[in-house]
């Protein structure tokens, strides 16, 4: 079956601008992740949904970031008048049950260039 | 919360060696311990994971230990072959938080030569 799907696969952005990365996950997954990944480095949370209620946004680095859910299946994560700070791999993991520990799946993420 | 420590950050051996990839985390209730690779350009794929209630699991040429008591965890690769070259990470899911969110190691990048 298909597996989770990002959308765009490579943004270029001019500082100051907006962004809006897509994720489409596994069908029927309820538990959907946001990471962002520096080059080097291993991915880090940014927030996470059950269904459409986005449960943990704790790993967010500023108001800058916004993530949304809104009918439980695919999601936005938005991010405001980019820095250059924010160029990375942004990842997207679906996961088929509800948090516990459950496998999560990953898509091929977007990696984001700020200029 | 959670701490990961991932090593070596580089590793390489000749093709049909073993390879060795160590983990320790700092959170005593975590309780699930995935392992991914990441090939360039690619997201992470898992490839082998295990809980707390298990010592070892062993899937083909690929294998990974768990010892509770000294928080640490590692990944075996027996008869390396040249498309076992990625970068590997280590995790571990964060057992307070209630969302089991990931903690990732650092990454491991292997070089099987052939």
């Known amino acids: 079956g298909a597996g989770v799907s990002q959308s765009p696969r490579y943004k270029v952005a001019k500082r100051g601008q907006d962004v809006a990365l897509r994720c489409d996950p596994i069908?029927?997954?309820?538990?959907l992740f946001w990471y962002q990944q520096a080059l080097g480095q291993g991915p880090e949370f940014l927030t996470y949904f059950q269904n459409e209620a986005q449960l943990d946004k704790s790993g967010l680095p500023s108001d800058r970031f916004f993530a949304e859910r809104p009918e439980g299946s695919v999601s936005t994560l938005k991010i405001q008048r980019t820095q250059q700070e924010d160029s990375a791999v942004y990842l997207c993991?679906?996961?088929?049950?509800?948090?516990?520990?459950?496998?999560?799946?990953f898509g091929p993420g977007t990696r984001l260039t700020v200029l | 919360g959670e701490n990961v420590e991932q090593h070596p950050s580089t590793l390489s051996v000749q093709e049909g060696d073993s390879a060795v990839i160590k983990c320790t985390y700092s959170d005593s209730a975590s309780n699930y311990f995935p392992w991914y690779k990441q090939e360039l350009g690619k997201g992470p794929q898992l490839i082998i994971d295990i809980r707390s209630n298990v010592g070892e699991k062993k899937d083909q040429r690929i294998a990974v230990t768990l010892n509770k008591t000294a928080k640490h965890f590692s990944l075996h690769i027996t008869e390396t072959q040249p498309e076992d070259s990625a970068v590997y990470f280590c995790a571990a899911s964060e057992g307070t938080s209630g969302t089991y969110k990931y903690i990732f190691g650092t990454g491991t990048r292997l070089k099987v030569l052939a």
């Open positions: 993991a679906s996961s088929s049950r509800l948090a516990g520990g459950d496998t999560q799946y």
């Open positions: 069908s029927g997954h309820v538990s």
